[in-house]
């Protein structure tokens, strides 16, 4: 008899997540680990913070998102573009093995549970890009956890609008 053995044979998968949060900031991290027809990594930091100013609400966020792995398919990259970075570009537009990204919103309710937003988004894959525009948010209870929105957002790649539910980050 003859044994036989395959040492690729296994498939796993596996995914830690981590958040801190002091008002008015939270940082989040999260990887991602596979095995399977390939290896994949991919590594997610974010950094949040929002404040009031008056009756407008500020938000800001900083990530840094990457698959070190040489062996990553293109399309477990990173990507920009679609209703939560880049708005108003197709989702998947920008794609690399490293993305830094930072995203500025403002908005302020407009009256009951209607709010307006004004944002601009910033994307580095192999090239950096950028996106601003505004939108509406109807709000409702119970009010962060429950968010429709539909934003128009232009840059120098192009323009569109996105419906899409939450918050964009």
């Known amino acids: 008899t003859e ?10 998968f596996a995914t830690v997540s981590a958040s801190w949060t002091t008002t008015p900031m ?6 991602e680990a596979g095995t399977g027809d390939y290896e994949h990594l991919s590594v997610d930091m974010r950094l949040r913070a929002g404040v009031p100013v008056g009756s407008v ?3 800001v ?11 990553e398919p293109w399309w477990r990259w990173p990507a920009a573009g679609g209703s939560y970075l880049l708005r108003g570009l197709p989702a998947g537009r920008l794609r690399a093995p ?3 990204s930072a995203q500025f919103e ?3 309710t407009i009256v009951g549970p209607l709010e307006g937003a004004l ?6 894959a192999d090239s950096a890009t950028w996106t601003a525009g505004g939108g509406v948010r109807l709000v409702l209870p119970p009010e962060r956890d429950n968010v429709t929105r539909l934003d128009v957002g232009a840059g120098p790649l192009g323009w569109g609008a996105v419906l899409s ?3 964009a980050f």
């Open 26 to 31: 939270r940082v989040s991290l999260r990887t």
């Open 106 to 108: 403002a908005s302020r």
């Open 3 to 12: 044994l036989l053995t395959d040492r690729d044979a296994g498939i796993g």
């Open 61 to 71: 966020q900083l990530a840094v998102s990457a698959t070190p792995l040489a062996g």
């Open 165 to 167: 539910w939450g918050e």
């Open 119 to 124: 944002f601009i988004d910033a994307a580095s």
């Open 98 to 100: 490293v993305m830094t």
């Open 57 to 59: 609400n500020l938000a």
